[in-house]
């Protein structure tokens, strides 16, 4: 199998390049390539990652080129650079790496709220004129006063501890943020309001989201204590800019610092000019250790899944660690093939899949499994589909995906799998596992004990349980010169319901299921292709 290639078009650590090197992969370094849209077009469908800063622009555009592409690995946290649904519907991870840079952007948060507690830019610029305005520059104490941070994740936290480290009251407003959480980390949870109402100085610490877009609006603004401090180190458009100029004109809010807009490069802006605003061009993440780290940390994640299919920090899919992706392997293999086999025996419209897991499965990551049981059943109907898009495209056709989750396994397996597609003219549903040799199988169809494993091309056939089936469907199958490879049978009772499962050696025609069809006994017959 050949070496995955990887391209980085953005200016990365030399470390980095060698790791993926260390690791076997190929991988081109042209860190000015993703300045230039066409020629990444151009060279795209070569490559099976692309590692990538803040420069290169991911469009969907370029993402139509990007044939073999897998994976997508931003050094950094935002990735408002890549169009993440276009990636998704072409089955592209999208991989970030949120925690290379906290430290960095949370000291840099800090390092502007000293800054705009002292006035220290200011009173620098003054006294490097050959001004001595001693008097000019008054500042306050931070010790004492409440730090109000809005969202307290990982780097949110950071700049708590911090805060709680120079003496000062800390309230937090985090709907994620759980009490216990809170307790540990020092903080006291409040919402929104109360946390506009009490704080002197407020740091935004979340993901730019329809949710969060504003979220120091105009009206929330004038919710805040007079005098109050903004400092906003974490995404642009999370305040209202015009709205912070004529608070800060009024006298209202004391100050700001900005290390983000809502427009990047910032060459304007309504915060600009105001003699109580601190402005850094986004260096939240500009350390010499954050981009060491960042750059390292996306060649690891980007090998992991290339070589191991290991997914960790992907904004599009579950993560799977490098230690569970070989157990998951075989289950994920097995949720694809029940899935598939109950969607090739589908024809009218699905309303929904549910997946059962029993035993020791149930214990797994299933977000992981679900994505590929959901991925096989729709198959038959979307060829492109796969495990990243396939939740995705489930959810746009309103087809509900429902997960149940059970301690002890049906019979006496160690871990069982059961996919139910209820279509709208009937309900279907299969069963089964993954043996000691990790092959999986069918063991359940109908409610029927079979045992069966996948195989290429497969016949299924419904029947009648009465004598002369297997003699007749044996000796058509031999006349076709059709040669069997497997043969399973399972009914519900003496006479009952059959279900026949065959492996055959090539693909079945249609001729040979009509014939098949003929058979008195026979329900149903169906070619099934894994």
Request: hydrophobic share 45%; glycine share 8%; with cysteine.
């Amino acid at each position: 199998m050949p070496a995955p290639r990887v391209l980085i078009s953005d200016a990365l650590s030399p470390a980095a390049v060698q790791i993926f090197k260390d690791r076997g992969i190929k991988v081109d370094f042209q860190p000015d390539l993703g300045k230039d849209k066409d020629k990444l077009a151009a060279v795209i469908g070569q490559y099976d990652g692309l590692a990538i800063r803040s420069a290169t622009k991911v469009t969907a555009k370029i993402l139509e080129q990007a044939q073999n592409l897998k994976v997508i690995g931003r050094a950094g946290i935002g990735v408002d650079n890549v169009e993440i649904p276009a990636a998704t519907a072409k089955g592209i991870i999208v991989m970030n790496t949120p925690f290379g840079n906290s430290i960095t952007t949370a000291e840099h948060a800090i390092a502007m709220m000293f800054a705009l507690a002292r006035q220290i830019p200011q009173a620098d610029a003054s006294t490097q004129a050959g001004k001595w305005e001693k008097n000019r520059f008054m500042g306050v104490e931070l010790t004492g006063k409440v730090l109000g941070v809005i969202g307290c994740g990982n780097i949110g936290s950071i700049v708590a501890d911090r805060g709680i480290g120079l003496r000062m009251k800390v309230v937090a407003y985090d709907p994620f943020l759980s009490p216990e959480r809170a307790i540990e980390i020092g903080v006291e949870k409040v919402e929104l309001d109360e946390l506009l109402r009490r704080a002197d100085v407020i740091t935004l610490h979340v993901p730019m989201t329809e949710k969060t877009r504003n979220v120091l609006s105009a009206e929330n603004i004038a919710k805040t204590k007079k005098g109050v401090r903004i400092i906003n180190c974490a995404r642009g458009g999370l305040v209202d800019e015009n709205a912070l100029r004529a608070a800060l004109d009024s006298g209202h809010v004391a100050g700001a610092a900005f290390d983000v807009f809502s427009e990047e490069p910032a060459t304007t802006n309504p915060l600009f000019g105001h003699p109580n605003v601190v402005c850094t061009p986004h260096l939240g993440a500009s350390t010499s250790e954050a981009q060491e780290n960042v750059a390292l940390q996306v060649a690891e994640q980007m090998s992991d899944y290339l070589l191991q299919g290991a997914i960790q920090n992907a904004v599009n899919f579950p993560s799977i660690t490098a230690e569970e992706a070989p157990r998951l392997k075989p289950f994920v293999a097995l949720a694809d093939k029940l899935g598939s086999f109950l969607g090739q025996l589908t024809e009218a419209p699905i309303k929904g899949i549910r997946i059962e897991y029993e035993g020791d499965v149930a214990e797994m990551n299933t977000r992981a499994l679900t994505s590929a049981a959901v991925t096989g059943v729709l198959r038959p109907f979307l060829q492109d589909i796969n495990m990243v898009s396939a939740p995705v495209v489930a959810r746009e056709r309103g087809i509900t995906v429902e997960e149940v989750k059970r301690e002890r396994a049906a019979r006496d397996y160690e871990s069982f799998i059961r996919i139910v597609v209820d279509a709208e003219d009937m309900s279907r549903h299969a069963g089964g596992t993954v043996f000691q040799d990790g092959k999986p199988r069918v063991t359940e169809i109908r409610d029927i004990a079979v045992d069966a494993e996948f195989a290429p091309n497969m016949i299924y056939v419904r029947n009648d349980d009465k004598p002369g089936f297997i003699g007749r469907f044996g000796t058509l199958l031999g006349e076709s010169g059709v040669n069997v490879a497997t043969f399973a049978l399972g009914r519900d009772k003496p006479g009952g319901d059959a279900i026949c499962f065959v492996s055959v050696d090539e693909p079945v025609t249609d001729d040979l299921l009509r014939k098949i069809e003929e058979i008195p006994q026979v329900k149903r017959a169906r070619a099934v292709r894994f």
